[in-house]
């Protein structure tokens, strides 16, 4: 049976056991146009207030329930929903699957920590749920493939958080002109993340855990460990544990508008990564300044992190940008360029650099969303903007980056020169990194940076050919209680 709180109930709940109100226990297996749909939101700290408000905006949503393993933001937002219910109540649960076996719910959006994206969509999904998932859809390549394979097992529709697809004229009819040839073929494009990361401390000792928190279930499938930096909220995206660092967490929307320039519908075939956590020393372990190279055959895909300021490590000098985009993309072709700097806009220019064409539209979150209540009452995955393959591809493209990395060992500058020297847009990235780090104090002359080796993938079973180091980090080891299952379909 499902459970139901009021704000009151829930706060005393939450600890000592709520007095329940009992509900219909029945699923519905069709929703038609007219059909109101109820909705819940995992994970609601953060990114799950904008699912929310999105969900709001849509005819015919009705937000009836929330889900957080932190007692804090569950009863906050609870509260919020349960005034613009009637009655007063809201579903609030701490154990996602105690939401998840509630029929009342027809769709469910995740906006929880990376680390529990795919799990949860599967299970979602095998209780009958539509699902809504925050980029990226995985915390790796593997459980990725799953999260696919289970939209189409259980045939339920399944969008990513990726809502610059819904960008149809901003970005969508740019990539149109791209891809028509108005500007030539493509030779290659770059995805920035020039995005603000000062350190995030660390801890002498373990952090303290709130008595607000389950742990347990916070840290669901990835190991459950002693953290030592201050924060457990947020910072989580700078531990390989339960993050894939900017890459995975800004970088993955323009690595998806990057991949959508190009057209490919695969992992790379080639990757391989240089980066470092410099500048500080702090307890996070993902990069904040890296360069991918992604060695597709028609043209490469190269991504740019930087964290660091413009120059000093001084934070009130900015960030840097490259040919017009801080956080976005430049596609470049024979016979121009294309900037992408945002979510929702284009501007297309001339070999001279001239702007020849732009394209604009409003910011995507509401129709992102409203386009996955659409393709679940219609029933047609066809029609998502942003399906889960889609959202597994590019977040794979990080995954499989950052697996380089994590594989990498530190080299002298020169060194790394001569590895990447046959490569040419990607010895560019490396020197515009090299000036960053130097203009911020930061000398790699010696061993400071880490480059990882050319990991080479067969794009059909998305395994690596020639590193096994690599193929056991396309998936992790996973809890008891919390093991994402094997759904690949039989050979």
Same mark, same amino acid.
């Given at each position: 049976?499902?459970?139901?709180?009021?704000?009151?109930?829930?706060?005393?709940?939450?600890?000592?056991?709520?007095?329940?109100?009992?509900?219909?226990?029945?699923?519905?297996?069709?929703?038609?146009?007219?059909?109101?749909?109820?909705?819940?939101?995992?994970?609601?700290?953060?990114?799950? %207030?904008?699912?929310?408000?999105?969900?709001?905006?849509?005819?015919?949503?009705?937000?009836?329930?929330?889900?957080?393993?932190?007692?804090?933001?569950?009863?906050?937002?609870?509260?919020?929903?349960?005034?613009?219910?009637?009655?007063?109540?809201?579903?609030?649960?701490?154990?996602?699957?105690?939401?998840?076996?509630?029929?009342?719910?027809?769709?469910?959006?995740?906006?929880?920590?990376?680390?529990?994206?795919?799990?949860?969509?599967?299970?979602?999904?095998?209780?009958?749920?539509?699902?809504?998932?925050?980029?990226?859809?995985?915390?790796?390549?593997?459980?990725?493939?799953?999260?696919?394979?289970?939209?189409?097992?259980?045939?339920?529709?399944?969008?990513?958080?990726?809502?610059?697809?819904?960008?149809?004229?901003?970005?969508?009819?740019?990539?149109?002109?791209?891809?028509?040839?108005?500007?030539?073929?493509?030779? =290659?494009?770059?995805?920035?993340?020039?995005?603000?990361?000062?350190?995030?401390?660390?801890?002498?000792?373990?952090?303290?855990?709130?008595?607000?928190?389950?742990?347990?279930?916070?840290?669901?499938?990835?190991?459950?460990?002693?953290?030592?930096?201050?924060?457990?909220? =947020?910072?989580?995206?700078?531990?390989?544990?339960?993050?894939?660092?900017?890459?995975?967490?800004?970088?993955?929307?323009?690595?998806?508008?990057?991949?959508?320039?190009?057209?490919?519908?695969?992992?790379?075939?080639?990757?391989?990564?240089?980066?470092?956590?410099?500048?500080?020393?702090?307890?996070?372990?993902?990069?904040?300044?890296?360069?991918?190279?992604?060695?597709?055959?028609?043209?490469?895909?190269?991504?740019?992190?930087?964290?660091?300021?413009?120059?000093?490590?001084?934070?009130?000098?900015?960030?840097?940008?490259?040919? %017009?985009?801080?956080?976005?993309?430049?596609?470049?072709?024979?016979?121009?360029?294309?900037?992408?700097?945002?979510?929702?806009?284009?501007?297309?220019?001339?070999?001279?650099?001239?702007?020849?064409?732009?394209?604009?539209?409003?910011?995507?979150?509401?129709?992102?969303?409203?386009?996955?209540?659409?393709?679940?009452?219609?029933?047609?995955?066809?029609?998502?903007?942003?399906?889960?393959?889609?959202?597994?591809?590019?977040?794979?493209?990080?995954?499989?980056?950052?697996?380089?990395?994590?594989?990498?060992?530190?080299?002298?500058?020169?060194?790394?020169?001569?590895?990447?020297?046959?490569?040419?847009?990607?010895?560019?990235?490396?020197?515009?990194?090299?000036?960053?780090?130097?203009?911020? %104090?930061?000398?790699?002359?010696?061993?400071?940076?880490?480059?990882?080796?050319?990991?080479?993938?067969?794009?059909?079973?998305?395994?690596?050919?020639?590193?096994?180091?690599?193929?056991?980090?396309?998936?992790?080891?996973?809890?008891?209680?919390?093991?994402?299952?094997?759904?690949?379909?039989?050979?």
């Amino acid at each position: 049976m499902s459970r139901r709180f009021s704000r009151r109930t829930f706060v005393k709940g939450a600890v000592t056991g709520a007095a329940v109100v009992l509900l219909p226990n029945v699923t519905r297996n069709v929703l038609g146009a007219n059909d109101e749909i109820s909705a819940a939101t995992i994970g609601v700290g953060g990114r799950g %207030g904008s699912h929310i408000g999105a969900l709001y905006k849509v005819p015919g949503v009705r937000v009836i329930g929330v889900c957080d393993a932190d007692k804090g933001n569950l009863g906050r937002t609870a509260d919020s929903i349960a005034k613009k219910l009637p009655g007063g109540n809201a579903i609030a649960e701490i154990d996602v699957r105690k939401l998840l076996d509630n029929k009342e719910i027809d769709v469910v959006t995740i906006a929880t920590p990376n680390h529990w994206h795919s799990l949860m969509a599967i299970w979602a999904m095998e209780r009958g749920k539509h699902v809504y998932c925050e980029k990226p859809v995985s915390h790796n390549v593997w459980e990725g493939r799953q999260a696919v394979n289970a939209s189409r097992k259980y045939k339920k529709i399944c969008q990513t958080g990726t809502q610059s697809r819904a960008s149809r004229k901003g970005i969508g009819e740019a990539v149109e002109f791209v891809q028509s040839g108005e500007l030539g073929k493509i030779q =290659y494009a770059v995805g920035t993340c020039f995005k603000p990361r000062q350190s995030i401390g660390k801890l002498k000792e373990p952090l303290k855990i709130s008595d607000n928190i389950d742990y347990d279930l916070w840290c669901g499938p990835a190991a459950k460990v002693d953290l030592f930096r201050p924060k457990l909220h =947020y910072d989580w995206h700078w531990d390989f544990n339960t993050g894939n660092g900017d890459l995975g967490n800004q970088g993955i929307h323009q690595m998806d508008i990057a991949r959508w320039f190009l057209g490919e519908k695969t992992l790379s075939p080639r990757v391989m990564a240089i980066g470092g956590r410099l500048g500080y020393d702090d307890a996070g372990d993902t990069p904040n300044t890296e360069i991918i190279f992604h060695d597709y055959d028609k043209a490469p895909l190269i991504f740019e992190v930087r964290g660091l300021p413009k120059s000093g490590l001084d934070w009130k000098t900015g960030m840097d940008n490259y040919r %017009g985009a801080g956080v976005g993309v430049v596609v470049q072709c024979e016979g121009g360029h294309m900037v992408i700097p945002n979510y929702y806009s284009t501007s297309a220019h001339d070999k001279d650099g001239k702007s020849i064409k732009s394209w604009r539209e409003t910011d995507p979150m509401t129709p992102h969303v409203a386009n996955f209540i659409a393709c679940v009452r219609s029933g047609k995955s066809s029609e998502l903007f942003a399906d889960i393959e889609e959202g597994h591809l590019s977040s794979g493209l990080c995954h499989t980056g950052n697996i380089s990395y994590r594989l990498g060992k530190k080299a002298k500058a020169d060194d790394i020169r001569q590895q990447i020297k046959s490569h040419k847009e990607g010895s560019a990235s490396f020197e515009r990194m090299a000036e960053h780090l130097s203009k911020n %104090g930061i000398d790699i002359k010696d061993e400071t940076v880490t480059i990882g080796p050319w990991l080479s993938m067969d794009v059909k079973t998305e395994k690596f050919t020639n590193n096994e180091a690599a193929n056991k980090l396309l998936t992790r080891p996973y809890r008891d209680a919390y093991v994402v299952p094997d759904l690949s379909p039989l050979a």
